[in-house]
């Protein structure tokens, strides 16, 4: 019969990756706590509306990415494709955004795209990301790109690449005047735009910037504005929120041109932005982590007029620079064996106890054990128990299959002698101690 085996795309995280993965979302936790950001859990499926209206009809991830799908009474629903839709439509819902008061919110979970899979991009694909409610000040912008930088400098270490970069608004001497300056610009090279940028062309000009073929750059490069340090394709307002947001990132030690750079071609892959926006780039050149502010979405879907920024960041992409991470201690530090050998047993049984017979020998044992296991436990070591029978030379084959450093060893001899036999796996020294005397027992595992 044939296999079956995951959708294209689509993967299992396995030990020792999964380890890995929990570290990185336990460290990244304790950050965002720091920050006064409070974790929720949202829903994998919603209605395909909520990403139409807010990511955008014409962007890739709504016209060619999504997973939709009818449910049995004929409803519009998907996998969610990122995170900030959810977000806004819960804070409305559950109506958590009354009185201006500033709300911080962080999310983890899956995210769905029907992408071309490659290193770095899957179809189903995890994010850690934040959002902000309330705060229409260039120093919540700096704070989430100084989040950003520290996150990945926690967990990756330097060399992250931070660009910057203002989509503007929607007034009309803002985006909609630069919209249709790129549009007459790049008519004029239609016919040496990629495929893409040819279609792009009439659905979402903007996107033509983020085009990674030589051609398309080079086009782009022509345009006064891609040269000139001054930003005129933005109107007055977004100028000098830009600038305020640059000076902010400075009181916090950033160096324009070394610490990060301003990128006018940085455009993001959803509609909703207005303002500032922001990638992290690894020395790949892929995001790890992007985002920016969205002032409009709330009040766009039905609340109240609240501005919004945050990111999200791509949890496969960072867990593949973290390779170099030592293993979790979450691997047992201990794999505690029982031996049984029936016909002695019962002889130890009755040396310790001449009442008892075969079995409640044997339950006895194991019970030393169990209670052993525990006593470890409290003391912070972890342990996996292993009381099935069989020979010691397979389950010490067990513990160097699963890099497992001390077994314990409780069998015959040990029984009469109430000790314990530990074994480093590394070395293959075998010593015995009092089965009683659990500091020692530590202090070695430990040592
Ligand atoms: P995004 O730029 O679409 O933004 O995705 C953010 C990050 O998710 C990317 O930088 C990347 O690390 C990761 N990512 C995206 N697609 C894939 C994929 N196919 N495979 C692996 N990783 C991927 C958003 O999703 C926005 N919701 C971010 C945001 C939050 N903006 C404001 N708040």
């Known amino acids: 019969m044939e296999k079956i085996k995951t959708i294209k795309g689509i993967r299992d995280i396995l030990y020792p990756e999964s380890a890995l993965w929990s570290k990185i979302i336990s ?3 304790n950050i965002f706590e720091s920050y006064g950001y409070r974790k929720i859990f ?4 919603e209605y395909t509306e909520l990403f139409t209206r807010s990511i955008g009809e014409d962007t890739d991830i709504v016209a060619k990415e999504m997973y939709s799908f009818q449910d049995r009474k004929g409803r519009n629903l998907s996998l969610r494709p990122e995170g900030t839709a959810g977000v806004v439509r819960a804070m409305i819902q559950n109506q958590l955004l009354q009185g201006n008061i500033r709300e911080k919110v962080y999310y983890f979970g899956p995210m769905f795209r029907y992408e071309r899979p490659q290193t770095g991009r899957y179809r189903q694909f995890y994010q850690l990301g934040c959002e902000v409610f309330g705060s229409r000040d260039e120093t919540q912008d700096a704070e989430i790109a100084e989040l950003a930088v520290k996150i990945y400098r926690e967990c990756v270490g330097e060399g992250g690449k931070l660009l910057i970069n203002s989509v503007g608004c929607e007034r009309e001497e803002c985006r909609p005047r630069y919209r249709q300056e790129l549009r007459s610009h790049f008519h004029e090279h239609k016919d040496d735009l990629c495929d893409d940028c ?3 062309l009439e659905t979402n000009v903007l996107r033509i910037l983020d085009c990674k073929t030589g051609l398309c750059r080079d086009i782009f490069q022509k345009l006064t504005h891609a040269k000139s340090e001054s930003r005129e394709n933005l109107c007055g307002d977004c100028q000098e929120y830009l600038s305020h947001y640059k000076s902010r990132l400075k009181e916090r030690g950033y160096e324009e041109d070394k610490d990060y750079f301003v990128d006018i071609k940085l455009v993001r892959g959803l509609d909703y932005y207005t303002g500032p926006v922001f990638e992290l780039q690894a020395k790949d050149g892929f995001a790890v982590i992007a985002g920016g502010r969205y002032d409009n979405l709330v009040k766009q879907f039905g609340g109240p ?10 949890l496969d992409r960072l867990a593949a620079l973290c390779s170099h991470e030592p293993e979790s201690k979450k691997i047992p530090e201990v794999y505690l064996v029982y031996l049984e050998n029936v016909t002695d047993l019962k002889e130890v049984g009755e040396i310790f106890n001449p009442s008892v017979g075969m079995d409640n020998a044997r339950e006895e044992h194991i019970l030393l054990c169990r209670e052993l296991a525990a006593k470890l436990r409290e003391k912070g070591i972890s342990v996996e128990e292993n009381y099935e029978g069989g020979l010691l030379g397979k389950k010490l084959s067990v513990a160097n299959r699963k890099k497992i450093q001390w077994v314990l060893i409780y069998g015959v001899d040990q029984a009469e002698n109430r000790t314990v036999s530990i074994k ?12 009683e005397d659990i ?3 530590v202090k070695r595992i430990k040592c």
């Open 42 to 45: 949202l829903p994998v499926i």
């Open 439 to 441: 500091d020692e027992i």
């Open 305 to 314: 007029d609240v501005p919004a920024c945050g990111w999200a960041l791509g």
């Open 27 to 29: 460290r990244v936790d």
């Open 424 to 435: 480093n796996m590394k070395t293959s020294e075998q010593d015995d101690v009092s089965i």
């Open 198 to 200: 040819k279609r792009r």
